[in-house]
């Protein structure tokens, strides 16, 4: 039996704590953006300023799953495609976790309470995903719905 390898792609992750424009809280933290290839190992401070932070987390995989194959298609098919970073805190600093193309499993990972957000999806990760799903992905074919001609019209639904 053939081994069955998923396809991935290195990047590393953009974290951002920038001032708040509130009165409840000093600062927001978010991902702003994803950095493909290898970084190395170790968290790096890129900018550092009076407002504003920002860290490459470096380190992961974005993987592409055959049953993940519409979530990516719904993606790269929209006009602004996106990698959904879910990431949480950690005493003072935000850390990402995990990292998809696809918009169903970041669906699924709103629905469990998760801190999720879509930051753009560089060319290069786009054309590697267009082409999974170029591959991969073959839409369901729709079913027609009989008409119940059977049924009294004002039973119908």
Known sequence: MPLVTTPTFPIA???????????????????????????GAEVKLLVEQENLVQWLHPGFRLELHRDEAEGYYLNVCTARPLVFVLWRMDE???????????TEEAGRWMD????????????????????????NYRPEPKKRIKPRSFVHPKDRV
């Open 92 to 102: 003072e600093r935000a850390l990402p976790l995990f990292v998809t193309a696809s």
């Open 112 to 135: 469990g309470g998760h801190s999720i957000d879509g930051v753009p999806m560089p060319p290069e990760i786009y054309a590697w995903v267009g082409e999974y799903v170029e591959r």
């Open 13 to 39: 992750v953009v974290m951002q704590r920038r001032a708040a424009k509130s009165r409840w809280a000093d600062y927001v933290w978010e991902p702003i953006g994803v950095v493909p290839g290898e970084h």
